[in-house]
Structure formats: structure tokens, C-alpha cells
């Protein structure tokens, strides 16, 4: 396969020689009796690593944040959730779907917090007329966006107030540490449970990890059973996680770095708008006049660049793009724009 260079994610990344070589080593057992030893070490390294009682290997993200919204909230409660967040909109309505829990979304603030006075508005009189809320629901990075670590400790304290439970989906929440440069329990220890991605820019083929103490850890195993995520020799797939979270933490900065030069190079270019002017962690996003650059995306298809096709344009670094790459990709723009 020719060797694109795939900015339209991060979860293009691909297993490296050595990670795949830790997948082989992996001893393995059946992970539904609990035997798996490379699953227990993935989940007590991250549970160590984020500062909680316990973690769990799941299958997916989205996996991840249903098994949480179904351990923090029963049938017919609610959660307050961003209006177009991550567990609202792109997980095909899970929660209500499967957990019979009901979202209340807030729109979001352009820095990617939730206004809290917003979300104390929405929180409804303990009434039978209304579903009550358990949860409030932060993601940390937004489309790219940190969480400033004072708003989080409002956030905890918010909730303790209003005897919520707060979850984090932190897909990206490795971004959001390596870019304050802070240890990544300082952003996780203000969180009931926090779920992280470790097949996006960490670079593992497949698998999250979600956190949270013993009774949270110990209802969401059982619902992870229920929606068939009990994997067996799934140590294959944690060694990966384990190799991920030891190797391809501290390497995030270096996809900072070039997503920062990338839009450095872009935001010099006429007929490129850099939201922000500036890179958010890993990611860039540009506005483009569509009447301009209706063949934008194939021209940069057949120049080895992938991108999606949006009315803005995400574009992600990650580690299987490269300093050299970023500079191809932004000539590949200035000729593009240039002929125009
Ligand atoms: C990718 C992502 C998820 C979940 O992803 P999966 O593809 O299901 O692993 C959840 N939240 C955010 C913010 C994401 O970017």
C-alpha cells in the first residue's frame, strides 16, 4: 500500500515493529475469568498512571463511555452533556438507546468547557415530573481544545455541590497533559471515572481503558459483559495498550509540535483560514472557500495526503506523520492554492 500521509485522524495510526513484537510476546489467559495476565498489567498501569482504584480494557471509546454512563446513571435518569460531544452525537445514541438514559446537552463554550451556570439551569427540581440528573460529562481534549485545570477544579466542586458524579471522556486526555506539561492523574484525579482512548494518538491498534473505583469498576465489568465486550486472550491487544502508555506518551509533544508548524505554514497561505490562527494539541482546522477548493481533496489524494472532505477541515498529526511530512503537506497546499 503506498504510504499516505493520513491527516484525517489520529486512529490511523499503525502498530510499530516493536509494538507488534510486545503483541507477540503477550502471555495471554481467558480475561473473562480474570485470568489474563497481560490485561490485569494494562489495567493496573493505567489505573496507576491515572491515580484511580481500578481500570478496565475495553474494546472501544465508545464502549468506554456507555459502560460508564450506565454505571453512573440507571433507566430513565439523565446526564448533561456537551451538544456536540463525543458520547452525545457521534456514538449513535447509546446511552438512550441501550441504557435508557437520557441526555440533557448544553452547548458548548468556545474554550470546550460546559458554563456551569448553564448546567445548574438545566438541572431539574426532584419531581416526579422530571428525569433527575447523575452525571455531568466533560471531554478533555475538545476537538483539540485543553481544559484550562482551573476550570476543572470548579467543575469538581460544582458537582460535589450538586451531588452529581462528573466523568471524563478523555480520549485524548494524554494530549491535554503533555500540552500543560502536567502529570496526567493532576487532570483525572477531579473525575468519578475518566475513559481514555489508547488507539488514537498512543498508537495501539485497538482498545480504551476506563477508570474509576471499585463499585464503578465492578458495574461496569458486568455491563461490559451484557453488551458482549468480554474478549478472552485479549492480552494480545493489551500488551499494545501497555507498550503504548510506556512508549507514546511523552512523544505526543512532538505531534504538537508539527501541528503547530503546520498551521504556521497553512495560515500564510491565501484562501486557508486557520481557526484560532493557531494549532489546538495535535489538531489543525482550516476553513477553505468550498467554491475555491471543490477538488482540494483529491489533489491532495494524488499527492500521497489524505484529508476528509469538510466545511471545516480537521486536520490531525500523530505518530506515523512526520516533521518532513508536514513540510510536503503544506507545499502541497501553497501549490494548490497558488494555481487558483
Ligand atoms: C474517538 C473518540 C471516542 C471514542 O472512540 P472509539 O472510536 O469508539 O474508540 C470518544 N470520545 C472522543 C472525544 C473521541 O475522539
Not at 73 to 84: F, L
Not at 144 to 154: A, I, N, S, W
Not at 181 to 203: E, H, Q, Y
Not at 222 to 230: E, F, P
Request: aromatic content about 8%; charged content about 25%; proline content about 3%.
Amino acid at each position: 500500500m503506498a504510504a499516505y500521509i493520513d491527516l484525517r485522524s489520529d486512529t490511523v495510526t499503525r502498530p510499530s515493529e516493536e509494538m507488534r513484537l510486545a503483541m507477540y510476546r503477550a502471555e495471554v489467559g481467558d480475561d473473562v475469568y480474570g485470568e489474563d495476565p497481560t490485561v490485569n498489567a494494562l489495567e493496573e498501569l493505567a489505573a496507576e498512571k491515572l491515580n484511580s482504584e481500578f481500570a478496565l480494557f475495553v474494546s472501544s471509546g465508545t464502549q468506554s463511555n456507555l459502560l460508564a454512563l450506565m454505571s453512573h446513571c440507571r433507566r430513565g435518569e439523565e446526564y448533561i452533556v456537551g451538544q456536540d460531544a463525543h458520547t452525545y452525537k457521534y456514538e449513535a445514541g447509546g446511552a438512550a438507546v441501550l441504557g435508557s438514559i437520557q441526555p440533557q446537552p448544553v452547548d458548548f463554550e468556545e474554550d470546550g468547557t460546559l458554563d456551569l451556570k448553564k448546567v445548574e439551569e438545566v438541572i431539574k427540581p426532584d419531581d416526579f415530573h422530571f428525569a433527575q440528573a447523575r452525571l455531568l460529562c466533560l471531554e478533555n481534549t475538545k476537538s483539540g481544545k485543553v481544559l484550562p485545570m482551573e476550570y476543572l477544579k470548579q467543575a469538581s466542586d460544582f458537582v460535589a455541590e450538586k451531588n452529581l458524579n462528573l466523568h471524563l471522556d478523555g480520549a485524548r486526555i494524554f494530549n491535554a497533559a503533555v500540552e500543560l506539561n502536567v502529570d496526567v492523574s493532576r487532570i483525572s484525579t477531579f473525575f468519578d471515572s475518566v475513559s481514555v482512548c489508547l488507539s488514537k494518538g498512543l498508537g495501539a491498534p485497538v482498545g480504551s481503558v476506563l477508570c474509576g473505583n471499585r463499585d464503578f469498576i465492578r458495574s461496569a465489568l458486568k455491563w461490559r459483559k451484557m453488551l458482549g465486550g468480554g474478549m478472552r486472550q485479549a492480552g494480545i491487544l493489551a500488551a499494545a495498550g501497555i507498550f503504548a502508555l510506556e512508549n507514546n506518551v511523552n512523544r505526543l509533544a512532538e505531534d504538537h509540535e508539527n501541528a503547530e508548524i503546520l498551521a504556521g505554514g497553512l495560515s500564510r497561505i491565501d484562501g486557508i483560514t486557520v481557526e484560532d490562527g493557531k494549532a489546538r494539541t495535535n489538531m489543525v482546522f482550516i476553513s477553505v472557500d468550498p467554491a475555491v477548493s471543490a477538488d482540494l481533496t483529491d489533489y491532495l489524494k494524488e499527492r500521497g495526503i489524505l484529508i476528509s472532505p469538510r466545511p471545516v477541515i480537521r486536520l490531525v498529526t500523530h505518530l506515523n506523520v512526520s516533521r518532513e511530512d508536514i513540510h510536503k503537506v503544506v507545499e502541497a497546499f501553497e501549490h494548490y492554492f497558488s494555481r487558483k
